[in-house]
């Protein structure tokens, strides 16, 4: 399908190309420099398409270098003498017999050279302006290099895409969003380079690598390039020797490979004209020489002039040079194991299970089940189909993962065997398949096979972590404190163990344990799973967020994981719910909500409802927060259909979310009802972080009776929000204006700005009622100022504040649902009220406002907002 690219906006480069061109310009005219591709003859004719001067076009090619004025000869006409002097001379006459005119040159650098010496003396003589391309990196006529170096033309070097350039140019042809962990291995395939990425996207297009899940366009598999891009490159290819090019042959295979290797296979000498050409660059790391392409896209042309059977000999030569060295890190072992995989040689089984696991550690969950299932294949038992069995669970395959755990009898398994294949089995169940009474059935086996204590211990850890996501957050962190209490616990323990504290310990607003908890899972993560440290760093973060400690936090979201390849998307998309978390907590709505649905996308054929809850609930919240009630209804909705008892743990807080909702509808006596009844289930389940915040929800939607027990829960819990929220609560209660301006102070201090926009809010009404008017308008004008800080969001706090109504609470709802279209019916039963009842409000809401009518009622309501 023929897509129309768009032409990235460059306004300063626009704006001196224009100033240059100027007929009072000081100069003759500019010279574009830049990379193939970069968009220099896009840009130049952009710029003289929209002038009023004439303009005559050429281009250098390489078959015209060798004729006299070639490039000219359709300006000037055919030559008159032989003698270059005087066909130089007749030249320049015929071109300034046109006029004043501009003159474009594309692709300067292959002028030849009488051609060159015309653009050199029209430029000397000002009679014409000029405007000229030249690729970076070319030889370049004495010529042409003097019109810049003698200041007779503006010297302009073109830059590559920015990142935020790249993404605008694929977005606006695609027509939606591309996800943040797809944008950056695009541009960091093309370069910024407008040519390079354009390619780049029709051919993922073309393969099918770049589709859209969720609104939301993702790359998942190679970079793929087109057939056209492909030529345009290998015209570089062509010009190199045999040397050269098969040194590429190597490294298209494996790269970065070890120079010391390369060069043994390709000569030093074919290395140096590589270097020199461009085409590769040579880095020292940890003492060690290595070898990458300069541009990746380099290595996929090579690729593509290999035949197959070629390509599996020069990777069975790679393969044993590499085998005859050790293999000390996970990037090494993976490398080797690749060219394996595709070479002429036999694959090595502990290569293949090593390389799973290091897959696994670096969260790549596709090269992982890669490994894995060559691993099986090629002879793997019970520890291969465990690895393969675990990243298929991580990638939303739960029925396939029972097939493959289902393909050993677990009565033939000794004590070790049964706990691997038993845990798996398990997660799968509770987490993927989301069936707890079912796991815990299946925890029940493991129990009754494994005896020693050191194994015990990981069933317990695991046991631990479905209680506590049973919401049974007493049990679960009873028993992960009992196994954490042992320092001589195995790695996989102290993982299990460490999520089911951290999490219990977060929820319950004890967060300032969790980093210690925190730092002794970090220590043990490289020996188990790298995608369950994402849950882990959840349950510090929430932690962190709950008790007001938002800088580390976010911090902490920041120090996760590095990401190098699309194949570790699951583990991007739990990171970007951890950023999205903190967001959330601080009022950067726009910022959550675009994290938080690329979230939901990447996980939404992977991981499982049981790791995307977190990350619903915040999306709703911030969809609230923004006003976007039908975006927010439909994640309710969404959400609704995947809750059970293996995701119970976060119902409190997905009420405290449904209570926003029922706030920018409008239904504020609702609101505060929800509110009221996420606090008192958080509190039966001991998340008392999660009360508070509940609590708090309520008072920001002027429900003040919440603040007694407020100050109880700032005696009982870490940090230092609580104890705002409780002094909040209390000025709510008391018609305190001084307090809650104060409260507002304090909010923005800690940097939770939409509790102080909210507080501001209603220390202005407060104020006004009291008839100071001075410092209304003080707190009012903080608050707008807090609130479009957050986005522009408009909370029933700052709607009351901005645009107060002479009505009652329960009034104020009715006319509010009255302006949402909702009929007197369908009122009474959003409300559990009679229709009649309804119709009392509404009377006196029209006598109030000194309207007649639900029209008008909804007019007035829809002005105030």
């Given at each position: ?251 298209t295979f494996c790269e970065p490979l070890e120079f010391d290797i390369l060069a043994e296979f390709a000569g030093d000498d074919a290395l140096d004209e590589a270097e020199q050409r461009g085409l590769i660059r040579i880095v020292e790391d940890d003492d060690r020489l290595s070898v990458h392409f300069n541009h990746p896209l380099f290595g996929e042309v090579v690729r593509r002039r290999v035949g197959v059977a070629a390509s599996r000999r020069l990777r069975g030569k790679l393969v044993r040079a590499m085998a005859a060295r050790t293999q000390t890190s996970a990037p090494e072992r993976i490398r080797l194991a690749e060219l394996t995989l595709d070479s002429d040689q036999p694959a090595d089984l502990g290569l293949l299970r090593a390389a799973a696991n290091d897959a696994v550690g670096l969260a790549d969950v596709p090269l992982a089940e890669r490994f894995a299932r060559a691993a099986v294949r090629n002879g793997g038992g019970l520890a291969e189909a465990e690895v393969l069995a675990r990243v298929l669970l991580w990638q939303g395959q739960p029925r396939e993962t029972d097939d493959v755990l289902n393909g050993f009898d677990p009565d033939a398994l000794d004590e070790g065997e049964h706990l691997r294949w038993g845990l798996v089995k398990v997660a799968n169940t509770f987490f993927a398949l989301g069936d707890a009474a079912a796991a815990d059935a299946e925890l029940a086996k493991v129990f009754a096979r494994v005896e020693t204590p050191i194994l015990r211990q990981i069933a317990d850890a695991v046991a631990a972590a479905l209680a506590v996501h049973e919401n049974r957050l007493a049990d679960g962190l009873a028993i992960a ?385």
């Amino acid at each position: 399908m023929t897509r129309t690219w768009p032409v990235v906006e460059r306004t300063s480069e626009i704006g001196t190309i224009r100033a240059a061109l100027d007929t009072n310009s000081t100069v003759g005219g500019v010279v574009l420099i830049g990379d193939a591709g970069v968009g220099k003859t896009t840009l130049a004719r952009r710029v003289t398409t929209s002038l009023q001067t004439d303009v005559r076009w050429v281009a250098g090619t390489e078959s015209a270098r060798s004729i006299p004025l070639g490039v000219f000869a359709h300006l000037v006409g055919s030559a008159t003498s032989r003698d270059p002097v005087n066909f130089l001379s007749a030249a320049r006459e015929s071109l300034l017999a046109q006029g004043h005119i501009i003159i474009g040159v594309d692709d300067a650098h292959l002028l030849d050279h009488l051609s060159a010496t015309l653009l050199h003396q029209l430029a000397i003589d000002r009679a014409v302006h000029i405007v000229a391309t030249v690729r970076s990196g070319e030889s370049v006529p004495d010529a042409v290099t003097a019109l810049w170096k003698d200041g007779h033309l503006v010297h302009l070097d073109l830059e590559p895409f920015t990142k935020e350039q790249s993404v605008s140019f694929v977005e606006s042809v695609i027509g939606g969003r591309l996800e943040g962990l797809s944008a950056d291995m695009m541009w960091q395939a093309s370069g910024g380079n407008a040519l390079f990425l354009r390619h780049l996207v029709e051919g993922a297009l073309e393969s099918g690598t770049l589709t859209q899940t969720r609104d939301v366009w993702q790359l998942r598999g190679r970079a793929a390039i087109t057939s056209e891009l492909a030529s345009l490159l290998e015209s570089r290819i062509d010009q190199l020797s045999d040397d050269v090019l098969g040194a590429l042959r190597y490294l298209t295979f494996c790269e970065p490979l070890e120079f010391d290797i390369l060069a043994e296979f390709a000569g030093d000498d074919a290395l140096d004209e590589a270097e020199q050409r461009g085409l590769i660059r040579i880095v020292e790391d940890d003492d060690r020489l290595s070898v990458h392409f300069n541009h990746p896209l380099f290595g996929e042309v090579v690729r593509r002039r290999v035949g197959v059977a070629a390509s599996r000999r020069l990777r069975g030569k790679l393969v044993r040079a590499m085998a005859a060295r050790t293999q000390t890190s996970a990037p090494e072992r993976i490398r080797l194991a690749e060219l394996t995989l595709d070479s002429d040689q036999p694959a090595d089984l502990g290569l293949l299970r090593a390389a799973a696991n290091d897959a696994v550690g670096l969260a790549d969950v596709p090269l992982a089940e890669r490994f894995a299932r060559a691993a099986v294949r090629n002879g793997g038992g019970l520890a291969e189909a465990e690895v393969l069995a675990r990243v298929l669970l991580w990638q939303g395959q739960p029925r396939e993962t029972d097939d493959v755990l289902n393909g050993f009898d677990p009565d033939a398994l000794d004590e070790g065997e049964h706990l691997r294949w038993g845990l798996v089995k398990v997660a799968n169940t509770f987490f993927a398949l989301g069936d707890a009474a079912a796991a815990d059935a299946e925890l029940a086996k493991v129990f009754a096979r494994v005896e020693t204590p050191i194994l015990r211990q990981i069933a317990d850890a695991v046991a631990a972590a479905l209680a506590v996501h049973e919401n049974r957050l007493a049990d679960g962190l009873a028993i992960a404190e009992k196994v954490l209490a042992d320092r001589a616990a195995l790695p996989w323990a102290v993982e299990w163990a460490s999520y089911a504290a951290g999490l219990a310990l977060g929820l319950g607003g004890k967060g300032t344990r969790v980093a210690d908890i925190a730092v002794r899972a970090h220590s043990v993560e490289e020996h188990t799973d790298g995608l369950l440290r994402f849950p882990v760093w959840h349950g510090e973060v929430q932690a962190l967020t709950l008790i007001g400690e938002f800088d580390k936090a976010l911090r902490r979201a920041e120090e996760t994981t590095e990401f190098s390849s699309v194949g570790q998307y699951l583990a991007w998309g739990l990171t970007n719910s951890l950023h999205g978390t903190v967001a959330v907590a601080q009022g950067r709505f726009v910022d959550a909500v675009t994290r938080l649905e690329e979230t939901l996308a990447a996980l939404a054929t992977g991981a499982g409802a049981s790791w995307s809850c977190p990350a619903r609930t915040a999306l709703i919240m911030a969809y609230a927060a923004l006003g976007y009630v039908d975006k927010a209804t439909a994640a309710v909705r969404a959400y609704e259909e995947i809750t059970g008892d293996h995701v119970a743990v976060y119902l409190p807080q997905f009420e405290v979310a449904r209570a926003w909702v029922a706030a920018a509808e409008g239904a504020i006596v609702d609101a505060v009802d929800v509110a009221d009844r996420a606090a008192a289930q958080a509190r039966m389940s001991g998340q008392f972080g999660v009360e508070a915040e509940a609590l708090h929800a309520a008072a920001r939607f002027g429900e003040g009776a919440v603040a007694p027990r407020l100050a109880e829960l700032a005696g009982q819990l870490d940090g230092s929000l609580v104890p705002i929220y409780a002094r909040h609560a209390k000025a709510l209660a008391d018609a305190d204006a001084a307090g809650l301006a104060s409260a507002a102070g304090e909010f923005a201090d800690v940097g939770a700005i939409l509790s102080a926009a909210d507080a501001a809010a209603q220390a202005s009404v407060v104020f006004a009622a009291a008839g100071n008017k001075r410092d209304a308008v003080r707190l009012g004008a903080d608050a707008d100022r807090f609130a479009s800080r957050c986005g522009g969001v408009r909370t029933p706090a700052l709607a009351l504040a901005s645009n107060p109504l002479p009505l009652t609470a329960r009034e104020r709802e009715v006319a509010n649902l009255v302006a949402a279209g909702l009929s007197n019916k369908e009122i009474a039963e959003r409300l559990v009220v009679s229709v009649r009842t309804v119709e009392g409000h509404l009377y006196r809401a029209c006598t109030k406002l000194d309207v007649t009518d639900r029209a008008e009622v909804a007019a007035v309501v829809n002005r105030a907002r």
